[in-house]
């Protein structure tokens, strides 16, 4: 199968398969989950043991094999059009995909690019991989899909590299001297991410250098005053460095 025509699945945000220009939405709840537990490991076999724990959490009835099967069999017909072939594999299943058929894998080149890009000084392109990387999500990971402890722990990882994307975006952008581009969308970002220390230093650098020192000496009582709320300790030495340097005139 070509480039081209080998099937694509999107699974930042509700889980999705586009097909000719249209999206092959998996309404049936226990198929999102049967075609997420695929996904996780793309292209590998998942024992039937593991599949049964992600359609069935909460515990399966006494018929969930021959209902597995019933699932199995309607997954691959909805699967069909989009080339997409779902094969039993001993001991279990396995959905004929690539890792690059599937979006999180998009996401995670981009974001080696961007860093490897900022790492040579080339922040321009750095800036242009981390968003090309962050523009993939359209929600939070797996959003429509029911959840069980494996998938926990994926939607973990994806949303901790999502926002370590974003810091290394804000550092790009802060090394090109976007100062000001910068603020609003900073301000934000630590709205929507209060304890993300690394974001507050951003959004400190971004202020000062855009003349508004005061405003960033407020910027880092705020982050002091919301760790010491909700974590009950006070900021990483790295940002108390930053606020001592921006007190002293020396960033």
């Known amino acids: 199968m070509t480039s081209e025509s080998r099937p694509r699945f999107l699974v930042l945000g509700g889980l999705e398969v586009p097909v000719a220009g249209e999206l092959i939405g998996v309404r049936q709840p226990?198929?999102?989950?049967?075609?997420?537990?695929?996904?996780?490991?793309?292209?590998?076999?998942?024992?039937?043991?593991?599949?049964?724990?992600?359609?069935?959490?909460?515990?399966?009835?006494?018929?969930?094999?021959?209902?597995?099967?019933?699932?199995?069999?309607?997954?691959?017909?909805?699967?069909?059009p989009a080339g997409a072939v779902l094969r039993t594999r001993p001991p279990g299943y396995a959905l004929a995909v690539e890792p690059s058929d599937v979006d999180a894998?998009?996401?995670?080149?981009?974001?080696?690019?961007?860093?490897?890009?900022?790492?040579?000084?080339?922040?321009?392109?750095?800036?242009?991989?981390?968003?090309?990387?962050?523009?993939?999500w359209r929600g939070d990971a797996y959003e429509d899909v029911p959840r069980w402890p494996e998938l926990d722990s994926e939607i973990a990882m994806l949303t901790e590299q999502r926002l370590i994307a974003i810091e290394g975006l804000g550092d790009a952008r802060l090394s090109a001297g976007l100062h000001e581009e910068a603020v609003a969308?900073?301000?934000?970002?630590?709205?929507?991410?209060?304890?993300?220390?690394?974001?507050?230093?951003?959004?400190m650098v971004a202020l000062y250098r855009s003349g508004r020192q005061g405003d960033a000496v407020d910027a880092y009582h705020r982050a002091r005053m919301v760790l010491a709320t909700e974590l009950g300790v006070e900021p990483h030495p790295e940002l108390r460095r930053l606020h001592a340097a921006m007190l002293h005139g020396e960033i």
């Open 105 to 136: 894998y998009d996401f995670a080149t981009a974001v080696g690019e961007g860093r490897l890009a900022y790492a040579q000084g080339d922040f321009s392109t750095a800036i242009a991989r981390y968003q090309q990387a962050l523009d993939l």
């Open 185 to 203: 969308d900073l301000r934000a970002l630590v709205t929507d991410h209060p304890l993300r220390e690394r974001l507050h230093g951003q959004l």
């Open 30 to 80: 226990k198929r999102r989950a049967l075609l997420a537990a695929l996904l996780i490991r793309p292209g590998r076999v998942i024992p039937t043991r593991s599949l049964i724990r992600a359609v069935w959490p909460e515990g399966p009835p006494a018929s969930h094999r021959s209902n597995l099967r019933t699932h199995v069999r309607g997954l691959r017909r909805l699967l069909a």
